[in-house]
């Protein structure tokens, strides 16, 4: 079997980056390759980050507008889902999402805020207000 190489792309933003992937040698068995991401890694990679871009924004806006709590915000800036969120706070799940509402946000304890801030690696202020 030939030896499928990895593509060498070289740039700033992902050149330092090298990645292990395994290939089939001359042997027929495993061999570990070194090399950088390709062309089409680079790609996936930008087009995955822009998508995490929208989403913060989009959650950004909408605690801007008042429909969800700055909870939606700091939990798409960290790339969680509810159920990370619960785990790392040490609140169940269903809670969580109960502190989406605006509402029920302004009525929490500096307990439970602190939960929210210790998983944010932020302070109760920051976790507040957003950017």
Known sequence: MEENPNPVYKD???GQYRELSYSYGDAGQFEKTVGFHGE???VILQQAWDLFKERI???RQRVLSGKVSPVVFYMEKNLLD???LSMMAGISV????WHFKPGVFKRLSEKTLKKYADAFNITIEQLKKIE
């Open 57 to 59: 924004e989009d959650a």
């Open 94 to 97: 269903w809670r969580v999402k």
């Open 12 to 14: 700033k933003a992902y």
């Open 82 to 84: 509810p159920l990370n």
């Open 40 to 42: 089409a890694d680079r």
